[in-house]
């Protein structure tokens, strides 16, 4: 896949728009370009930082998630991961306590439903490519609507790590391959300020 063009910077959430059908939704996401931000999507945001803030300051899990004690918590760190010549993994989990990788999630959904995503394996493969353990990805959701906390684990096992990582160079290099046929790194590159 050797071109001109800048590296694909896969990430679980321009993947996962780009499986479920919504390749606009995707190009402005990577891109950075303008995109619709519901009232849904802006809650859940607050309550993210609430609880960033929250982690950090006590290095427990925030009260919704019945304030477990945490190790050592390093909360919304960006890591982008080489893995091919033509990709780099890029995860930012909501927080990592070597081993576990905590995963905050609000809505009417409960933690069930984001098991069966790839959002688990994607985290777990960042960590594992960086030689930093990974045994467990914790999803914590709260249900802001009704009051409710849920919980689910998903252990990290090689099969979990396999479907992950053949997972991310299917659907990663379906959707470069549309960028660079469509030439969308050029129509999309950022101006060079010259002042």
Known sequence: MANNNPKFRASYSYLKLWTEGRWEEAIKAYFKLDRYISRQMAEGSDYHN?????VNAHKTLPPEFNCLPLNNPIC???LVIPVYEWLDLVVKMDCYDNPIIHEFKTGSLESSDYVRT????????GNVLLKRPAKSV????????????T????????????GGINWIEA???????????????????KPIKTS
């Open 76 to 78: 919304e760190e960006k």
């Open 118 to 125: 790839y959002q688990p394996a994607t985290y777990a493969i």
């Open 138 to 149: 914790d999803i914590h959701h709260w249900n802001q609507y009704a009051k409710k906390y």
């Open 50 to 54: 609430e609880w960033e803030a929250y």
């Open 171 to 189: 659907v990663g290099s379906e959707m470069y391959s549309y960028f660079c046929d469509n030439d969308l790194y050029t129509k999309f590159a």
């Open 151 to 162: 919980f689910s684990r998903v252990v990290v096992t090689e099969q979990l790590l396999t």
